[in-house]
């Protein structure tokens, strides 16, 4: 079920693009400089690339979630089928999750330009990576809450030599970094609503790689404690 809701929301884009498209200008914008400045125009056809590559990074999600349903087939132990069944529902939850967010991404810049070119304007209509960063907030809090409830595996969480040391290492690192993670996520979306794109931008690579360091830091710390006992 989970499969055929990620599949869905990834062909949306290609069949609202092909309907759409019946709709717009021969010629729309296609790239805009860091100040909104359209610098190319293209062919509208163009806009079906990036459906085209939903798919594709779907397609990836499907495979890699088909081959942990395998391993999961073939699990010698009951903990073994377990984490690997695990792996499978929070890797369905990271595909849906990305194929909505591209999705909803996607539409806004359709809408955006179909507005400018059928009005000729020189400026992007609405401030897309605006919209990208608060539609990447969104999706770290989602996949914050639900990276605990991974268990130890070798696709998904915060895999570092000292979490997946033991249970209680991988449950405290991730459990830690799941809370990092919405916390970017709600900044990023603060940060968002009072800043440019491009600026928020920043700040969200920002906030990724703090919480990076700060939860890698925060497993090995947990890792010399439990190595301590």
């Not at 759409?20 to 909104?36: A, K, N, S, T, W």
């Not at 249970?167 to 970094?177: E, G, I």
């Amino acid at each position: 079920m989970m499969k055929k809701i990620m599949w869905l929301l990834a062909m949306l884009p290609l069949i609202v693009t092909s309907v759409v498209l019946q709709f717009m200008p021969d010629v729309i914008p296609m790239h805009h400089d860091l100040e909104g400045n359209t610098d190319r125009w293209g062919n509208k056809t163009e806009s079906l690339v990036f459906p085209v590559i939903i798919l594709a990074i779907t397609l990836f999600w499907h495979l890699l979630i088909r081959a942990f349903e395998k391993k999961a087939a073939k699990a010698a132990t009951e903990k073994e089928l377990t984490e690997l069944k695990s792996s499978v529902k929070v890797l369905e939850i990271v595909g849906i999750a990305e194929a909505a967010a591209f999705g909803i991404m996607h539409y806004f810049i359709l809408y955006s330009s179909y507005v400018q070119a059928s009005i000729g304007g020189e400026k992007a209509t609405l401030d897309i990576a605006k919209v990208s960063c608060f539609l990447m907030g969104l999706m770290l809090i989602v996949l914050g809450n639900y990276m605990p409830k991974a268990k130890k595996n070798a696709a998904v969480g915060l895999r570092t030599v000292w979490s997946m040391y033991n249970d209680v290492t991988w449950q405290k690192s991730n459990r830690f970094a799941a809370v990092s993670i919405v916390v970017a996520g709600l900044l990023t979306i603060v940060t968002t609503a009072f800043a440019s794109g491009i600026v928020s931008t920043l700040f969200l690579l920002a906030y990724i790689i703090a919480t990076t360091i700060v939860s890698v830091a925060y497993s090995k710390n947990i890792y010399d404690k439990e190595i301590r006992k």
